[in-house]
């Protein structure tokens, strides 16, 4: 009796180790990833690359898509879950609203676990480009608006460092630039934004100086209202008057 009682006990182990690492690997899920160069969902074709990915396995940001305007960029993609239409949220998860979604960084390898299926197990995953712009930054060093030394093209977000000083002009001491937007045609005040020169003039406002040797990120302070456009850093002598306008 008790042999048998030992086989038995041997072919139910038997069993176990055959048939729990079966189990396991059964609940493990295949995910459909694409990548597209749509912003988020909608009916044109933006369909760039797409691979399958198992659970706990790794996979890579897409970085072989360029946008075609040369003054426009891909920073990176939202993640977005087929099956409950939802976006993944740096700090909070996924939710419903693509508002706030967690930017993935081209080339940047992630690994499928946990935090991918929480509450919905199997899914396909759509990432969709975000396109950031390229601002052209004239930089006047002289008292004419048809003359300038150079341009600088500068990313959303990424720094703007400006040229050490002009020195004098008829005797006046280089005090920095003002920012005039072209693609609205306003120049960037302490503490009112982006505003005309008519309005500027009704409220007695300051124009914003901006210094020579500093740095400055081109951050949504920049963008605000706007969007992508060019710039003039326009030279500024004594006492924060400018040559010309």
Not at 13 to 34: E, N, S
Request: glycine fraction near 8%; charged fraction near 25%; hydrophobic fraction near 30%.
């Amino acid at each position: 009796m008790k042999t048998k009682r030992i086989i038995k006990m041997l072919i139910v182990c038997l069993f176990a180790v055959i048939l729990i690492p079966g189990i396991a690997d059964a609940k493990k899920y295949t995910h459909r990833i694409t990548f597209d160069a749509n912003s988020s969902p909608c009916a044109l074709d933006g369909y760039l690359y797409s691979t399958k990915v198992k659970d706990k396995k790794t996979f890579t940001i897409y970085n072989n898509y360029k946008a075609r305007s040369s003054r426009v960029f891909v920073k990176g993609y939202n993640a977005y879950r087929v099956k409950d239409k939802k976006w993944f949220v740096s700090g909070k998860g996924w939710m419903k609203s693509q508002n706030g979604a967690k930017l993935y960084a081209l080339g940047t390898k992630w690994t499928l676990d946990k935090s991918w299926t929480k509450g919905c197990k199997k899914s396909d995953y759509e990432f969709y480009a975000q396109y950031g712009y390229i601002h052209r930054f004239w930089i006047f060093k002289k008292p004419s608006p048809s003359t300038t030394d150079w341009h600088i093209d500068v990313k959303d977000d990424a720094v703007l460092t400006l040229p050490g000083s002009l020195g004098n002009y008829n005797g006046n001491l280089f005090s920095g630039w003002e920012a005039y937007r072209k693609n609205d045609k306003k120049f960037y005040t302490d503490g009112h934004g982006w505003q005309t020169k008519d309005a500027i003039k009704k409220n007695n406002y300051n124009k914003k100086l901006y210094r020579p040797g500093w740095s400055y990120k081109i951050d949504d302070s920049w963008r605000r209202g706007s969007g992508q456009s060019d710039y003039r850093l326009l030279p500024v002598w004594n006492n924060n008057i400018a040559v010309f306008r």
